[in-house]
């Protein structure tokens, strides 16, 4: 079982920058893969950023270029940074860990990120 709390979301004008944080409860070196998926009103969840423990990174198109995915495997925790946002990013970001062993996958609750003027 992983416990994922998500934090940092927020209001944040065009332009901005946010980065949000999700925290597990093991370790994420065990972990085959964090991601980040997000899900605006409307639409369907969609991958915006995955990182696996063997360093493969890989980002959705539309955020490419403006948001970086990192991790800090001491602290446990995966970070989002949001650059540049647009009114389009605006969404709730969730945290997902994927294990391969049992094909187990997990979720955080949700931050609730805003992009308005």
């Known amino acids: 079982q992983v416990q994922l709390v998500e934090s940092g979301g927020g209001l944040v004008q065009p332009g901005g920058s946010l980065r949000l944080s999700c925290a597990a409860s093991?370790?994420?070196?065990?972990?085959?893969?964090m991601g980040w998926y997000r899900q605006a009103p409307g639409k369907e969840r969609e991958l915006v950023a995955s990182s696996t423990n063997v360093g493969d990174t890989n980002y959705a198109d539309s955020v490419k270029g403006r948001f970086t995915m990192s991790r800090d495997v001491a602290a446990n925790t995966v970070y989002l940074q949001m650059n540049n946002l647009k009114p389009e990013d605006t969404a709730v970001y969730y945290c997902?860990?994927?294990?391969?062993?049992?094909?187990?996958?997990?979720w955080g609750q949700g931050t609730q990120v805003t992009v308005s003027s």
């Open positions: 997902n860990a994927a294990i391969y062993y049992g094909s187990r996958e997990y």
């Open positions: 093991r370790s994420i070196s065990m972990i085959n893969k």
